[in-house]
């Protein structure tokens, strides 16, 4: 643990009923940091971010932003604590009544006294960040994906969070869509000094932005390190996750019986 | 054979329990609803602007439904009225007829159907597109900012949509049977006037529109906010709306009318 930590998790561990998905988890995120966590899908990646905005309960262990525990908060400190932090989830989930401007506007006006002219000029900021200025008067239905992700992106920095969390920020996107919201992730998070987490499959694309990498296996840390470190590792879940490879410690086949036994060959012909 | 009845009864067990259950985790809902309302009255903006979505856009199948319904009233009560050489008395049967039962109970089912459900696919699909997620991550509370608006729409648009579906129905009433039967006009408004009571009939009828106004909405603002984030959840969430809200507006108006017409001649 180190004095510039904005989140730690520590000895994190959450069941769904009884079935454990995550277990033991220890994380340090560092201010201005870009961290990714990567892992396979329903290694419990999104549940670890739903742990660290005190949405679900863990378990046993904690996880600490800014110095308090986040789940030992009444629901006001909550929700206090929560204006410190932003979330872009996977497809936006940008309030389809409202135009692209309200999007924006909405925490603004929800939690601060502003007047609206001042969160004109706000709203007109954050969108100008995003590139979508021009765009302040659309619906969220008129947009692209990639748009709606930047436009939720420009909604998560409106009240300019210590911390964003992104669930899954380049899932569906085109190659231009993906890279605009890799770099606007990596010059928001310098620009505005904040820390940032990204939930992700992409490797080659989250490798480029990011200064740390969690790989969760199992519901453990199966591996972590710097983006070199990562590329470099000859660690056997690693290497399969990074380069792609369809079988290794995550097998293609689902564990079933012999092949032989089900085709009713060999010896187990009938 | 014993194992099948073992089986049909341990079934019939648990569907019991599941909705008791249901009826306890909805009754929590409620209550959580009311606690969080002070939002609502606080910036009653969101209220006036959910009331244009389920009050004002209801106007249309209320309008229409009460004039129709009044026809039909006035149709079918001089057929019979004139048997017995009562056709005077078609004003008050019609008005009778849809201040105390028809206007609230009709309106209510059709208020179910139009605005209940819109309001439990509203809110299912904002749950299913993680936009109520969303709202909580940005420190609102979703039951405060999106349901309990919705919630008192509902309750505050239902009376006056009853109300205009009973004044419909009887100009429905007399549209039929005095412009085109040609029954007295003084002797249409006259016997209505003279027997319809404000407290009993008016005064129950609104008393009873407010009732379904709380149970339709409270049902559909649950089924929506419970509904799994899924097409099929969402979809079978809106069907339970209509199907429940009918099943408790029937069974409300008897309860209902039981307690207020008890001995009323």
């Known amino acids: ?270 | 054979m014993f194992r099948h009845a073992l089986s049909a009864i341990q079934n019939i067990g648990h569907r019991v329990i599941e909705g008791i259950w249901r009826l306890g985790h909805a009754s929590r809902f409620f209550i959580l609803v009311l606690l969080k309302s002070g939002t609502s009255l606080r910036r009653f903006g969101l209220v006036i602007r959910e009331l244009y979505f389920t009050g004002v856009l209801s106007l249309i199948i209320i309008v229409v439904s009460g004039l129709f319904v009044g026809m039909v009233l006035g149709l079918q009560g001089y057929e019979t009225l004139q048997k017995y050489g009562s056709e005077s008395a078609v004003g008050t049967l019609v008005a009778l007829s849809l201040v105390r039962e028809l206007g609230p109970v009709v309106a209510a089912l059709l208020f179910a159907s139009r605005a209940g459900s819109a309001i439990t696919a509203e809110i299912g699909l904002m749950k299913a597109t993680e936009q109520l997620a969303a709202m909580g991550m940005m420190a609102v509370d979703p039951v405060a900012r999106v349901v309990a608006p919705r919630f008192w729409s509902g309750v505050i648009s239902m009376p006056f949509l009853a109300a205009i579906f009973s004044v419909m129905g009887v100009y429905g009433g007399y549209l039929v049977t005095v412009v085109f039967i040609g029954v007295d006009e003084g002797t249409y408004w006259s016997q209505m006037q003279s027997a319809v009571d404000f407290r009993f009939d008016i005064l129950n009828g609104f008393i009873k529109s407010c009732f379904f106004g709380v149970a339709v909405t409270a049902i559909a603002v649950f089924e929506g906010y419970d509904a799994p984030p899924t097409a099929e959840g969402v979809s079978g969430a809106t069907t339970r709306t209509v199907v429940t809200s009918s099943l408790v507006i029937l069974g409300l108006d008897f309860i209902l009318t039981a307690f207020m017409f008890r001995g009323v001649s």
């Open chain 1, 1 to 270: 643990m180190t004095s510039e930590s904005l989140i730690e998790v520590n000895n994190l561990s959450f069941s769904y009923d009884k079935r454990p998905i995550l277990n033991g988890i220890n994380m340090h995120m560092q201010r201005g940091q870009v961290v990714a966590i990567m892992g396979g899908s329903g290694s419990g990646k999104t549940t670890l971010l739903r742990l660290i905005s005190g949405a679900i309960q863990p378990t046993n262990g904690h996880v600490k932003f800014a110095g308090e525990v986040v789940h030992e908060l009444s629901r006001d400190a909550l929700f206090s604590l929560r204006r410190k932090m932003g979330m872009l989830f996977q497809f936006g989930a940008l309030f389809t009544d409202l135009s692209v401007y309200d999007n924006v506007a909405f925490q603004m006006r929800e939690h601060t006294n502003l007047p609206e002219s001042m969160i004109r000029d706000l709203v007109l900021m954050k969108l100008h960040a995003v590139g979508l200025r021009g765009a302040h008067y659309l619906m969220p239905n008129e947009l692209s994906g990639g748009m709606a992700r930047r436009v939720a992106l420009a909604r998560s920095i409106a009240l300019d969070p210590m911390l964003i969390m992104y669930d899954e920020p380049f899932t569906g996107l085109d190659p231009i869509s993906l890279s605009v919201i890799g770099n606007l992730i990596r010059r928001l998070t310098d620009a505005l000094g904040m820390t940032s987490i990204v939930v992700t499959h992409d490797v080659q694309e989250s490798l480029k932005i990011v200064d740390y990498v969690y790989f969760i296996a199992d519901g453990v840390i199966a591996a972590h390190g710097t983006p070199k470190e990562v590329r470099d590792s000859v660690a056997p879940f690693v290497h399969q996750f990074v380069h792609g490879e369809e079988d290794g410690p995550v097998p293609f086949h689902y564990p079933a019986q012999s092949y032989k036994k089900d085709l009713g060959l060999g010896d187990y012909r009938v």
